[in-house]
């Protein structure tokens, strides 16, 4: 990827600029949930991992600005080789991306021939190349459905989504040790404080979660799932066990309704944020946009290679309409 100059952008009106350049750059902006809600609120699009792949594809847009983390502005990029792909900041990674490191993947792979390699898309491009199919907590169990039985998995890196799956379809898989660092610091002691104190309000919760988390959910998915789930539910409280800035989302689709971030272990931390997304910036965005750069390049070959098994992800989740969902408990 290549850097991001410095610059002054005193007495600059960030958003009208950004207004102007995604005109005259011809420019789509994706954002993910978890973004700060300044850069959800000027998206032309916010979504799960699947529904932002799946719009990486299909936009006729000729610059692709992603605020997200690097995996998934690389995703747009093997997807759309043609467009420009900008990632705000750099050094916006992922620690399920970091755990797996593609020369200890392909040897793990190596050791074991007869297994397919199902990844999550947290993985570098490098991973995604070294996999058979790819999926998102949205797709996964569509995909793992169509896999037959016999059939040995081995399943990267997330280790607690791979856990999920696992336990839900009675179904054994090599887990590859990975986790999120963010759904790693909920506590159970204090989510069920929390609950004891609303003991009407159910608990929704990502798949990234530890299963001493996903154990009191009353609905486990992915954050465009947990969306839905907010809508439908008949009362007007929920706890979120997930990154807390979707909440912006659920408050803005439903105002009456009281949106409660589960918690971390000294009860009122800031540990869920995810650190990687909250390096964009409104400023970082603005520069991306006028310079072009932090941009995603990736090589021809490996591309390809990753775009194999990102294509089968596609293919066999066309039938997961926004589902967003690894289903009710
Ligand atoms: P989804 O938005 O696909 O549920 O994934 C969440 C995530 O891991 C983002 O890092
Ligand atoms: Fe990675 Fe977790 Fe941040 Fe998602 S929330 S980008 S999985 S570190």
């Known amino acids: 990827m290549t850097a991001q100059p410095s610059s002054s952008l005193a007495g600059i009106d960030l958003r009208d600029e950004i207004e102007r350049l ?33 719009k990486a594809a299909a936009s006729e847009a000729q610059v692709i600005a992603f605020c997200g983390v690097r995996f998934m502005a690389e995703t747009a990029k093997i997807l759309s080789p043609e467009k420009i792909v900008v990632l705000p900041d750099v050094n916006a990674g992922c620690s399920l991306e970091d755990s797996c490191p593609p020369e200890k993947f ?99 919760a990502h798949p990234e979660c530890p299963p001493a988390i996903l154990d009191h959910a009353d609905y486990v998915g992915s954050t465009s799932g947990i969306l ?57 965005l603005y520069l991306a946009l006028r310079d072009l750069t932090p941009r995603v390049e990736i090589e021809e070959g490996l591309r390809r290679k990753a775009k194999a098994s990102l294509d089968r992800m596609l293919e066999m989740a066309a039938g997961t309409v926004g589902k967003g969902d690894l289903g009710a408990r």
């Open 22 to 54: 995604r005109r005259e750059r011809k420019a789509v902006i994706l954002a993910h949930y978890y973004q700060k809600p300044e850069l959800q609120d000027l998206a032309d699009f916010v979504g799960d991992s699947l529904e932002l792949s799946r």
């Open 228 to 284: 839905k789930f907010a809508t439908a539910m008949p009362g007007d409280t929920l706890i979120v066990a997930t990154e807390p800035h979707i909440i912006h989302q659920m408050s803005r689709a439903m105002p009456a309704k009281t949106f409660i971030g589960a918690p971390g272990a000294d009860g009122n931390c800031n540990c869920n944020i995810c650190p990687y997304m909250a390096l964009n910036t409104l400023e970082k």
């Open 106 to 204: 392909a040897a793990f792979r190596a050791a074991h021939p007869d297994h397919i390699a199902l990844t999550y898309i947290n993985c570098s491009t490098e991973v995604k190349a070294l996999s058979d199919i790819i999926v998102t907590s949205s797709s996964a169990e569509t995909i793992l459905a169509q896999i037959p039985r016999e059939q040995k998995i081995i399943f990267g890196p997330d280790r607690h989504l791979g856990g999920y799956l696992s336990r839900k379809f009675d179904r054994e898989m090599l887990l590859w040790p990975g986790v999120c660092i963010v759904h790693e610091a909920f506590s159970e002691t204090e989510l069920l404080k929390l609950r004891a104190r609303h003991p009407d309000a159910p608990i929704a």
